[in-house]
């Protein structure tokens, strides 16, 4: 998803629009931006610096700078959680564990070489079960007893599962298992570093309320969930935007220095 | 003369094989399904009806695979590696290491002259390292799992995977697919990367040679081809691929009869 935030010069969030990525849409990064400025009745011009971040930063040729995902996510928790130490992001098809000093990371840790451990995981079962995967976390709450998916593999654990559903494990169970294997093997990669709480965790699987139970039972502290989960990369981006337009001011600098129009991209990357 | 049987309960196939002792009377493959007690007993009704036998007519079963429990008629039960070793050695008494690739996953094994194992590795944990990688892109690519290997043979430029995962391998193929690249390039791409996977667990156990290849893989020319091109080796590939587990385990039958 390509999500975009605009705030004021004191970090105000002005509007926040979320709009699809996909291979048709990764060069419209432009479309979401102009819904979002209609939504804070904003032009272009007003908009003093534009960070892009994420996998299709360069898809983005109105931006005046480019950060990494893992420095706007960073930037973003803090400015939610001030205790934050441990963020953690459980994208669709990755998952990062960053922990943070005042804001800035420090170290990290991620998988985006296997699916196991991401929300495609929950995705790919979830069609298996035939379940939606926005219902997975109501349904394993009503779970008396998981059971243990033995997989790792995302391809062998859905079809394992449909094996324990055709044998008569109920869904539910089957569900908080799989919650269960996504928690472990997002928190075996989060040791790699050592977790200190406050403990934050984002990203779409973050709104599964299963997850965030299955990761506090295997980090064994609370789990602090952001109220939008999906767009601390974007908050981050605002606030380093604003950051670094308030650097140059300073200088005596004007910024940005070429006049910026919304184009789509005319490349990929 | 007595009449000996291997059945072999894969994660995807079963496949069972009849012999007697001059050698192998008749064999056959069906999928596994989610019950592999019937699917056991289903592949011995085949056999014993081709040779004209009673239900019972068997004088010895011997079961191997994953689901090797469920073959309740079976004298005995064996590892599946031991059985393909076995079964290698009575197709190629010269070969001393092969490589099968199963449906859920490769084992590189090392042989000695009478058939037994020296030294195993297998790649169990992940889809990619396994025929299954194959089969869900002849998924995207809406093409016969027959048709794969013919048709990656034909490729010039097959595509690099930027992933070791089958699931995100899967989009990144529906991508490819959307920017215009040939289905050869792609099946191509698939052979390459798990030809490489193979390439790793070869090393991992020291390839001898000469070197088998079984398994449903085998039947992938494309597959074989690039395996031998990254090892650098000519393989043996027997005729009937998928049934030389199967046939291993009948070799064990006839072993374990004369035992008795």
């Known amino acids: 998803m390509t999500k ?266 | 003369m007595a009449w000996y049987c291997g059945i072999d309960i894969g994660s995807v196939y079963s496949k069972g094989v009849l012999a007697r002792d001059t050698g192998l009377f008749a064999f056959h493959v069906m999928l596994s399904g989610a019950n592999h007690r019937a699917t056991a007993e289903a592949v011995r009704q085949e056999l014993v009806t081709r040779a004209d036998l009673a239900r019972d007519g068997i004088d010895a079963t011997v079961a191997t695979g994953i689901g090797a429990a469920n073959v309740h008629f079976a004298n005995h039960k064996m590892s599946d590696i031991v059985c393909t070793a076995r079964g290698t050695i009575d197709i190629f008494p010269s070969a001393r290491a092969v490589i099968d690739v199963a449906g859920q996953s490769t084992k590189v094994i090392r042989i000695d002259e009478q058939g037994l194992v020296v030294d195993f590795a297998v790649s169990e944990r992940c889809a990619a390292g396994s025929g299954q990688f194959v089969e869900a892109i002849a998924n995207v690519l809406r093409i016969d799992l027959a048709d794969f290997g013919p048709l990656s043979l034909k490729s010039k430029k097959p595509i690099v995977f930027s992933t070791g995962c089958a699931v995100f391998g899967e989009s990144e193929a529906v991508t490819r697919v959307a920017e215009g690249v040939s289905k050869e390039d792609i099946a191509a791409g698939v052979n390459k990367a798990l030809a490489d996977k193979i390439s790793s667990l070869c090393k991992k156990v020291g390839l001898e040679l000469p070197c088998a290849i079984c398994g449903g893989g085998a039947l992938n020319t494309g597959l074989v081809r690039v395996v031998e091109q990254g090892l650098g080796v000519e393989l043996l590939v027997p005729p009937q691929p998928q049934i030389v587990t199967a046939l291993g385990a009948a070799a064990a039958a006839r072993a374990w009869l004369s035992e008795d």
């Not at chain 1, 985006?112 to 298996?128: M, N, Q, S």
């Not at chain 1, 606030?239 to 220095?257: C, F, H």
Request: glycine share 8%; charged share 25%.
């Open chain 1, 4 to 269: 975009v935030l605009l705030t004021d010069v004191d970090g105000k969030v002005l509007s926040v629009v979320k709009g699809p990525t996909g291979p048709e849409h990764r060069r419209l990064a432009n479309e979401v931006m102009q819904r979002a400025l209609e939504q804070a009745n904003l032009q272009l011009d007003l908009v003093s610096y534009v960070v892009a971040t994420g996998y299709g930063r360069l898809n983005v040729p109105f931006a005046d700078r480019r950060i990494t995902e893992l420095t706007c996510h960073a930037r973003g928790v803090y400015s939610l959680f001030p205790h934050v130490k441990t963020a953690i992001d459980i994208g669709g098809q990755d998952a990062k564990c960053m922990k943070v000093s005042h804001g800035r990371v420090v170290n990290f840790a991620m998988n985006d070489k296997c699916a196991a451990g991401t929300g495609r995981f929950l995705e790919v079962i979830a069609v298996a079960l035939g379940v939606k995967v926005e219902d997975m976390g109501d349904i394993s709450l009503r779970s008396r007893k998981k059971v243990h998916v033995s997989n790792l593999c995302t391809v062998f654990a859905r079809q394992e599962v449909v094996a324990r559903l055709s044998e008569g494990e109920k869904l539910e169970d089957i569900v908080a298992g799989l919650h269960d294997a996504v928690a472990s093997r997002v928190v075996g990669l989060a040791r790699t570093l050592r977790i200190e709480p406050d403990v934050v965790l984002t990203g779409g699987v973050a709104k599964n309320n299963g997850i965030v139970r299955a990761m506090q039972e295997h980090l064994r502290c609370e789990v602090l969930v952001p109220e939008d989960p999906l767009i601390t990369g974007a908050l981050g981006a605002a606030i380093l935007a604003k950051d670094l337009w308030q650097e140059s001011v300073a200088r005596g600098e004007r910024a940005p220095t070429e006049l910026r129009r919304l184009k789509k991209a005319t490349f990929f990357t």
